[in-house]
């Protein structure tokens, strides 16, 4: 399936997660949004990412 993803159309494999695409991307922690709506941590694993969805991940940095 095709998705744009961070701006850039991407092809995924059918049924992936925002879990499994954070692991395909190797990122820990970000915030999430898809279609402009923000994804809770807690729904990574139940959010399934569809054929034309605008997905956005951006890396989260804890300074100090």
């Not at 159309?9 to 923000?38: F, P, W």
């Not at 807690?42 to 997905?55: L, S």
Request: glycine share 6%; with cysteine.
């Amino acid at each position: 399936m095709k998705v744009i993803l961070n701006q850039k159309e991407t092809e995924l494999s059918d049924g992936m997660s925002i879990a499994d695409l954070m692991k395909e991307q190797k990122m820990s922690r970000a915030m999430v949004k898809v279609n402009d709506v923000r994804i809770r941590p807690a729904d990574y694993e139940a959010t399934i990412v569809c054929d034309g969805d605008k997905v956005v991940l951006r890396r989260v940095v804890a300074g100090g």
